[in-house]
């Protein structure tokens, strides 16, 4: 399957600058398939050395950082001859190797004529526990499940991708029910590549729940093993509610959902896992919309996606039927899915997503961007019949900021100078084709 990211690896190959490359996701968004793949298509050879089942793997890093002697172990564990240039050493699942990381810096410094590829289900979380960490000696990178783009590909859709990417708005309205029925189809599978794969191959709507639940508890099992019995609790306590937490017209992430009496100081190292961990996405309220965003951030309130709609709908147990058949898909659940679909789009484009919203007046716009030398407002809207309202008032109020919105809903593309609109279906910025 097609996936954008390759791009981003064809140039790191190529660049003079390349250092060991360090590939972050969550478990199942198709890292080590990735990682495999570019090999193939862009080396002689591959060596891939899984840090966690190989035992010889895990401890090759202990004794020395000596280049050498780590490749020929690497050569005795694959059969294969580690060359410059020609071949792509993979560490996968690294953090299970002690000091595996650190010896990342190694490489570089030492050895940069090999190309050293290092990816793990768990290895944010690993970061985020002070793993030693080669600060300033790696490239980094983050794969995302497939987007609505890559989606269409997998499908086979390459007329309606193209169509998407030629920017010809006036087409893409002509061919706007074809458009929604391909994303009433994504909302319901989403973008885990397995569960893409077994979809294209068979349309089977319950093997595609089956995937999605094996996924989630793939998820839970990771959690039982590398958090203490505690933690776990709250952590799983935590994911379980962010369904409840979507549906709510106010989506800012409120601890009492979890449950009753619930403090912030229980449940922060909790979200924090979760976030390192690359199953779910923390948004922040930023205080005013102004650049840069992060010097605007509160600390104190917060949005939390997951990764992928597929699984927010097998979290849901929404029916197969209401998402791909029902003509009020998108208006029913709008509340988890709209909002849930677009932060996947703005993450998997590398966005940064903020919001914003005014407790006295309970006014709220949904996500703001910082894109080249733009603040951006996102409104996002499940239907046709839309109003920007808090949008619209916080652009008049502030003109100082020169700011122009950005609506995302169903209606067709427009400008009213003030605001864009764009469909959900054709997801752009400014300055992108």
Known sequence: MDRIITQKLEAWKESKTRKPLILLGARQVGKTWIMKDFGKNHYR????????????????????????????????????????????????????????????????????????????????????????????????????????????LALGEKQMYNILKSGDKGLQSIMK??????????????????????YVENRDLKEVRGLQNDIIESYRRD???????????????????????????????????????????QYELAIQWLVDAGIVYKVPRVSTMKMPLKAYEDLG?????????GLLGLMEDTPAAQVIASDNAFTEYKGAFTEQYVHQQLASAGIKAYYWSNAKTSAEIDFVIQHENRVIPVEVKAEENVRAKSMAEYIKNNPELHLKGLRISMKDYIDQGWMENIPLYAITLPGQS
């Open 45 to 152: 050879n591959v060596a891939y050395v899984n840090c966690d089942e190989q035992p010889l793997a895990k401890s090759m890093f202990e004794a020395d950082y000596n280049i050498p002697r780590i490749l020929l172990i690497v050569q005795a564990i694959t059969g294969v001859l580690v060359e410059p240039a020609n071949t792509l050493l993979i560490f996968d699942e690294i953090q299970e190797a002690p000091r595996g990381l650190h010896c990342l810096k190694y490489f570089c410094e030492n050895a940069p004529e090999y190309h050293v590829m290092a990816a793990g289900s768990l290895l944010g979380v690993a970061l985020g526990h002070k793993e030693s960490y080669p600060v300033g000696k790696v490239n980094m990178l983050r794969l995302h499940p497939m987007n609505f783009e890559e989606f269409l």
């Open 301 to 309: 309130a917060f949005k939390l996606f997951l990764l992928d709609c």
């Open 223 to 265: 959690i039982s093993k590398h958090a203490t019995k505690s933690e776990a609790v709250r952590i799983n306590q935590v994911l379980d509610s962010i369904p409840s937490q979507l549906a709510k017209e106010n989506k800012k992430f409120i601890y009492g959902v979890i449950k009753e009496g619930a403090r912030a100081a």
């Open 177 to 198: 029910p074809k458009f929604i029925e391909l994303l009433r189809q994504y909302y319901f599978v989403g973008g885990m590549p397995e569960v893409v794969r077994s």
